[in-house]
């Protein structure tokens, strides 16, 4: 191990929840530089501990040759606002007081931003006691992200946020950005940090090579849509979209694999408006993903039409890229930019339910060979963008120099 290059990575979520924080701490172990995970009990997306953990105050453990440290996860931030934003005050204030006993061990910190930003507090502290060095990777932009998600923009709430996002950035010796837009957003707050942009891969795990198709996708022309649901992913203009196209094309199934706190109200629009060849999948693993993908003729990215989520690229878009099949974009941005420059799908707006249904058309009226030409561009932008070993090395050339 190189001692002198070890880093501490905080992040909320890490293994066995699937986030590329794990391929990126696995890279850094392969490299010989001591790694260790400041993060929660694992219990994302389900709202309940993983079989096999425990919720305790403070645990260890190791994985991979990674050493990790857990802290205590509150429950019941699925249904509950409240209690999510508690749980996130609850990592801040655990972790905070792990890194008081760990903190001195590791002379660089790396936050794995996604969701709330206040999982850096800790990381703040490490640098202000212990003098390490602190670099972060955003791939969720406060405090844009808290107003998308509907939380009032009251002037004294704004000062508030504004004051405690630009602590957390001035406090970095490098931002990483996974999106492009993030940069101009981040750099109101300071203006002498350096930003890079490294965007995400898509999953180690995902493995398309002599894939078969999985056995209970129907038979038709089948419509994917894979991730988390949740309001901000906008399934119900999607939904109801497709309800019209249905009507006029009874071949066509749409498909929604995951979960999140608005299935319950997807299902519900579904069964009380009688929409035909609409499917539940429920969460899969990873691992299942590209059997999935594989059945699918195209796959949907989609979210509503809020300015942060016009920046915003899902981690999703890469590993629909390295399925190789058509996207349908129904949101506006960046997404929508790359889909129509490199011509690797085709755009819908996310409020207009008639061009949503007009966009579901499109593909089933597209070409064999057009469709196998988005799939082409694909593969092309996603080695150019999206190269998992470049970024990485990207990364580590700037933290361990």
């Known amino acids: 191990m190189k001692k002198n290059n070890s880093v501490l990575i905080i992040t909320e979520r890490f293994y066995p929840e699937e986030f ?22 694992p219990s994302y997306p389900f709202d309940k501990v993983y079989k096999g953990y425990k919720n305790k105050f403070f645990q260890k453990e190791r994985w991979q040759g990674v050493r990790i440290y857990r802290v205590f996860s509150l429950m019941g931030y699925k249904k509950s606002v409240f209690l999510k934003v508690l749980n996130y005050l609850c990592f801040a204030f655990f972790a905070s007081l792990v890194t008081l006993l760990i903190g001195k061990k590791y002379n660089r910190v790396f936050v794995y931003h996604i969701g709330p930003l206040t999982q850096a507090i800790p990381a703040v502290l490490i640098k202000k006691i ?38 957390i950035y001035e406090n970095c010796e490098t931002v990483f950005v996974s999106c492009k837009g993030f940069k101009q957003k981040i750099q109101k707050y300071v203006s002498d940090v350096q930003i890079i942009f490294s965007p995400q891969w898509p ?14 996708l129907k038979d038709g022309f089948n419509f994917t849509f894979a991730g988390n649901i949740g309001k901000v992913q906008n399934l119900e203009n999607v ?20 979960d999140g706190s608005n299935l319950e109200n997807l299902k519900r629009i579904v069964k009380e408006e009688n929409i035909a060849n609409v499917y539940f999948w429920g969460r899969k693993p990873l691992k299942e993903i590209p059997r999935w993908f594989e059945g699918s003729d195209v796959l949907i990215i989609s979210l509503i039409d809020e300015p942060i989520f016009s920046l915003t690229v899902p981690a999703k878009f890469q590993a629909y890229l390295a399925s190789g099949k058509p996207i349908y ?4 941005g960046e997404v929508a930019d790359l889909a129509i420059n490199n011509k690797i799908g085709f755009v819908s707006h996310p409020n207009n339910i008639d061009d949503i249904k007009a966009g579901f058309e499109k593909f089933l009226r597209a070409p064999k060979h057009e469709l196998q030409a988005f799939s082409d561009r694909e593969k092309s932008l996603l080695a150019n963008e999206y190269d998992r070993n470049r970024i990485i090395q990207q990364m580590t050339e700037e933290i361990f120099p």
Request: hydrophobic share 45%.
């Open 329 to 332: 974009c129904v949101m506006k």
């Open 20 to 41: 590329g924080v794990n391929d990126l701490a696995q890279a850094w172990q392969a490299k010989g530089y001591e790694v260790a995970v400041l993060t929660q009990a």
């Open 239 to 258: 939904i109801r979209g497709f309800a019209l196209a249905v009507k006029s094309n009874d071949q066509i199934n749409l498909n929604i694999i995951g």
């Open 203 to 216: 999953p180690d795990d995902l493995n398309f090579d002599r894939v078969i198709p999985h056995e209970s």
């Open 130 to 167: 212990f003098g390490s060095n602190l670099y972060i990777w955003t791939l969720d932009i406060w405090p844009d992200t808290v107003y998308a998600y509907g939380f009032r923009k009251k002037a004294t709430s704004k000062k508030l946020l504004d004051l405690f996002v630009k602590t």
